[in-house]
């Protein structure tokens, strides 16, 4: 029971924490998941599959992050150079900025 209660302090925590930067526990994922990406040298782009994957929700779940990630700013969806059937997802730099933003924060939070 205490285990329980501790996850929905956190969870509760988390929710205020995000919705104080006007996003969502999901759209902060894949954020953070390209943002990571971005960091590297990793030439491959990143698919929306992969991303549905890395972030264990659905195909449909992820479409509907990237349509209001896209729509705010934060990431681009632009034809694959390697493969033009596919999209590849890339974090602007508003995005980053975003990121950058509010990580301080998040990881005062999460520590804490």
Avoid at 1 to 18: P, Q, S
Avoid at 54 to 82: C, K, M, N, Q
Wanted: net charge neutral; charged share 25%.
């Amino acid at each position: 029971m205490h285990l329980i209660r501790a996850g929905d302090e956190v969870t509760r925590v988390m929710d205020a924490h995000f919705a104080s930067r006007s996003t969502t526990h999901g759209r902060f994922l894949v954020m953070m998941l390209l943002l990571e990406k971005k960091g590297t040298d990793c030439p491959r782009p990143t698919t929306p599959a992969e991303l549905a994957e890395l972030a264990s929700v659905s195909r449909a779940t992820i479409t509907g992050l990237l349509d209001s990630l896209e729509r705010d700013g934060y990431v681009r969806r632009l034809p694959d150079p390697a493969d033009r059937r596919q999209m590849s997802v890339k974090l602007t730099p508003a995005g980053a900025d975003f990121m950058h933003a509010i990580l301080p924060d998040h990881f005062r939070i999460i520590s804490g």
